[in-house]
């Protein structure tokens, strides 16, 4: 029979036993173990040694010519793009151009679930079929029948 040891965390890394025994040091064999000779261990003590020990910053990216600072002045303070230009979105890729309004309504979505529970293994066209038999003057093609009863009625045929 097994025992079991539950531990116990006191929010500092210090791991205890349930009779309150240090268990797991953390820090324990954490970089003393280091067998390369390319890397060396130094300890710094202030400020001014971390910085004398890093290595210079490459500011090449941070220096801007006169023509380039004239630009942006130019460009975002002095003569900023009214906000609508900048978030302008395409037409068609806008939500309010939905496409034409769709023609199925209630009463056909109602005859479509009608008739799959009473057919599962019903086919698009005999779908087709039946809708434009009970209702006159409707017709619609395969691929938007499918598309309508994928995405808007969650039906797969």
């Avoid at 067998?35 to 020990?53: F, G, H, K, Q, W």
């Avoid at 380039?68 to 037409?91: L, S």
Wanted: hydrophobic letters at 30%; glycine letters at 6%.
């Amino acid at each position: 029979m097994t025992k079991s040891t539950f531990y116990y965390e006191d929010g500092l890394d210090n791991v205890f036993n349930e009779n309150g025994d240090k268990v797991v040091d953390p820090m324990e064999g954490v970089l003393t173990d280091i067998t390369d000779p390319n890397i060396v261990l130094v300890t710094i003590t202030s400020r001014e040694a971390y910085l004398a020990t890093k290595p210079k910053d490459d500011d090449k990216d941070t220096e801007m010519d006169g023509h380039t600072r004239e630009k942006f002045i130019d460009r975002m303070i002095e003569g900023p793009v009214r906000r609508g230009r900048v978030a302008e979105i395409p037409y068609k890729k806008s939500e309010k151009n939905v496409g034409r309004p769709s023609s199925f309504s209630g009463e056909h979505e109602q005859h479509i679930e009608e008739i799959v529970e009473q057919n599962p293994q019903i086919c698009a066209d005999d779908i087709i079929d039946s809708l434009t038999h009970k209702f006159e003057g409707f017709s619609i093609s395969k691929s938007q029948m499918n598309h309508h009863l994928k995405n808007n009625m969650f039906i797969t045929i």
